[in-house]
Nanobody
Framework: QVQLVESGGGLVQPGGSLSVSCAVSGLTLDDYTIAWFRQAPGKEREGVSCSSSSDGMTYYGDSVKGRFTMSRDNAKNTVYLQMNILKPEDTAVYYC??????????????????????WGQGTQVTVSS
């Protein structure tokens, strides 16, 4: 049984930093591409970042490029999202998700939520003064 558990969300002031993590069980993370998504109230789920298992590539959405850094620790089966220079518009529930296909890279399709077969329950990140 595959499980993804996010943690580390919370309240932070604009310009601050926060790190969230996602612990994966039930599969070997090294074999799968994994991504971070977020969803704000009334908005569609948005791809934030993606780490490919097959070639080590990491992708970022335009709205977070240069501010967020995704990393993975395959030994711990855990991925992280370091978020810096946070803005109120970063407020959302953040989810991690595992790509459906074994050892494949989604390339430019990585932000499509339908390509991911396993999801965590999400962690709330609120950026506000």
């Amino acid at each position: 049984q595959v499980q993804l558990v996010e943690s580390g969300g919370g309240l932070v002031q604009p310009g601050g930093s926060l790190s969230v993590s996602c612990a994966v069980s039930g599969l070997t993370l090294d074999d799968y591409t994994i991504a971070w998504f977020r969803q704000a109230p009334g908005k569609e789920r948005e791809g934030v970042s993606c780490s490919s298992s097959s070639d080590g590539m990491t992708y970022y959405g335009d709205s977070v490029k240069g501010r967020f850094t995704m990393s993975r620790d395959n030994a711990k089966n855990t991925v992280y999202l370091q978020m810096n220079i946070l803005k109120p518009e970063d407020t959302a529930v953040y989810y991690c998700a595992v790509y459906r296909y074994f050892r494949r890279n989604p390339y430019n399709n990585w932000p499509k939520p339908t390509l991911y077969g396993y999801w965590g329950q999400g962690t709330q990140v609120t950026v506000s003064s």
